[in-house]
């Protein structure tokens, strides 16, 4: 049986956890369904980061000023599983069905007298202490603390003793501004005031505005009888001492009556209906009744215009125009308890699939994968039931009772790797940035594979620019035959070969990345030859003169043509072509 005031929780989608949510109507619709209209809730994942680092600092300074147990005390499990009780409140309203609820939870304000591991030990408990506005993505601290313990209790100093002297600056104190024990008798002091409230009525028949507000006679009687006339009437006896002659003097002084009014005569009648419409939207919220609704009225102003409007008739109709209303509405539904199997219930018992006469069927591919793969949460290898978590391609799944942890608290029982980690002191720059990746990760519910390395999470969906270096752009255009940018755009995953682009650069170029300019000389140096002439004087070779035969060898030459050999399949030359010699040079140095 589900009432209205009931926080409950709400499924609007079979792999997502349950939504949590306070009733406060319960409407039935033209075809028999009951919808409710409730006050939602957001949970830490349903922010984005940086309003999270506000709420964490936020928590940081209550724990500093609370004198309950610190986070500091708290175990890492502890610490994981305490954010997935804290909830965020908005002012936002939404109608749902009534058969998409799933049970009951309770949601409270932050108790700072009470220790947050009494959080954890009440089964579907929840706190929040900021409120989320969602369409201004903005937190806001709740005004309904409770202020209890010694920062918020009065300093009482000690009874004077008889005969001594105050030495608190008087100026500082409060301010006497009636005496009770006057020679004025009662009677003489109601007859001031008769004399007070006519004065009054006179006034408001003399001002043109007044008498617009009030035209009949016994509207500006009944104005002049409320408490600012009688409040102006006593102040002005006090400062004359109960002298009633000079104060009957004052209330009507040689430029006429003096007049007073209060809120309720002050605001019009457009700015009383915005007034009523803020209060219907907002409560006694004041603050945001001002920023959205009336923000030329101070805020005094507001209050005082409140508990004067809640004495007049307009309040009393209202009041009992809502009490028809809620005569009328549900106040409480029954909802049988949901039995429908989830889709995402992995149909085989223990990770073994099932047999379709006597053969494997075609589950089988499917679930093979799943064999002997642990509790994403517990790390548990056996359970009665076992669901799918995460996207399809990851293969994740929990057990029973991490399932049930999951939809009620938006979470995984353990703490991640990444959440381990934020906790060592050193970390090196590419930790950090790995872990910030897996941490956004984990904060939008998707799966991070608990594998020991930290590359094995999906892809990151920020985008990245490529910043190319100045010989990058050169080695595109210089060596296009070997790169083929067509043919490797179209096949991304296959690697492209570095190390034949830097030969074939380093070649054309003369000079290779990290290695200083080398200058290719195309012949020996003039003294290098004049050298080689003066050890090895040039001899006259005898001509053989004879006709060829097939017998006869042909007469080897000396000096050997140039052999033009093709580079290797790396595009490299080979070491008489890299180093300026040819093969003529060669055989003389032989």
């Known amino acids: 049986m ?102 009951k939870c309770s949601v409270a304000l932050l108790n700072e007298t009470e220790s947050v591991l009494s959080y954890l030990e009440k089964e ?48 500082k104190l409060e301010v006497k501004v009636w005496n009770p024990d006057s020679l004025l008798t009662d009677r003489q002091i109601d007859q ?53 002659s000079s104060a009957i003097s004052v209330l009507v002084p040689l430029g006429g009556p003096v007049l ?39 805020l005094t102003s507001i209050v005082e215009y409140y508990y004067m409007w809640k004495t007049t008739d307009r309040y009393v109709q209202q009041k009992r125009l809502k009490a028809a209303e809620a005569e009328s509405k549900l106040k409480q539904v029954y909802i049988p308890t949901y039995n429908k199997p989830n889709p995402n219930q992995i149909s085989s018992n223990n990770g073994k699939p099932g047999a379709v006469n006597g ?33 399809p391609n990851m293969q994740c799944r929990l057990c029973a009772s991490c399932w049930i942890y999951w939809k009620k608290y938006g979470g995984l029982k353990m703490p991640t790797q990444t959440e381990e980690e934020k906790l060592s002191p050193c970390q090196t720059t590419e930790d950090s940035r790995i872990r910030t990746h897996m941490s956004r990760q984990a904060t939008q ?23 190319t270096t100045c010989l990058t752009k050169l080695a595109r255009q210089v060596c296009k035959n070997t790169l083929r940018l067509r043919q490797a755009a179209r096949r991304p995953f296959v690697p492209i070969n570095c190390a034949a682009i830097r030969a074939e650069y380093a070649d054309r170029h003369c000079e290779i990345v990290g290695s200083p300019l080398k200058i290719k000389s195309t012949r020996k140096p003039l003294s290098c030859i004049i050298g080689y002439l003066e050890i090895h004087p040039a001899m006259k070779p005898n001509v053989v003169r004879s006709m060829p035969s097939l017998q006869s060898p042909a007469v080897k030459r000396m000096l050997a043509t140039p052999n033009h050999s093709s580079r290797s399949i790396l595009g490299k030359r080979n070491y008489s072509h890299h180093n300026g010699l040819d093969e003529r040079s060669c055989c003389i140095s032989d």
């Open 260 to 298: 007073c009014r209060d809120e309720m005569e002050e605001w019009s009648a457009s700015e009383a209906s915005l007034f009523e419409e803020a209060l219907e939207k907002y409560g006694k919220d004041f603050n945001d009744i001002r920023q959205d609704f009336l923000p030329w009225k101070s």
């Open 359 to 391: 053969a494997v069927g075609a589950s089988y591919q499917t679930q093979t994968s799943l064999i002997g793969r642990a509790c994403e949460s517990c790390y548990a290898t056996q359970s009665h039931q076992w669901y799918s978590w995460g996207p």
């Open 445 to 467: 519910g998707t799966p991070v594979r608990n594998t020991g390395s930290p590359k094995s999470a999906v892809k990151t969906r920020q985008a990245f620019f490529l910043h």
């Open 124 to 171: 579907d408990a929840f706190f929040y202490s900021l409120v989320y506005d969602p369409s201004l993505k903005t937190l806001l601290a709740d005004k309904g603390e409770i202020r209890v313990g010694p920062r918020y209790q009065a300093d009482v100093p000690d009874m004077l003793a008889e005969g001594e002297l105050d030495d608190r600056e008087q100026a």
């Open 192 to 244: 001031f005031l008769v004399v007070a409230r006519a004065v009054g009525t006179f006034a408001r028949a003399l001002d043109c505005s007044s008498s617009v507000r009030q035209p009949s006679l016994h509207m500006s009687a009944a104005a002049a009888s409320r408490d600012i006339t009688l409040f102006h009437a006593m102040d002005t006896l006090h400062k004359h001492n109960y002298d009633l």
């Open 2 to 103: 589900y009432r209205v005031g009931d926080y409950v929780f709400f499924e609007n989608s079979s792999s997502n956890p349950y939504l949590i949510r306070r009733i406060e109507e319960l409407n039935k619709t033209a075809n028999g369904n009951v919808e409710a209209k409730v006050v939602c809730f957001y949970r830490r994942r349903d922010i984005s980061n940086s309003l999270i680092m506000l709420a964490d600092k936020h928590a940081k300074e209550v724990e500093e000023e609370s004198e309950t147990t610190n986070e500091v005390d708290l175990t890492d499990k502890q610490k994981h599983q305490l954010k997935h009780r804290e909830l965020f409140l908005s002012r936002q309203y939404e109608s749902l069905p009534a058969t998409h609820i799933r049970g």
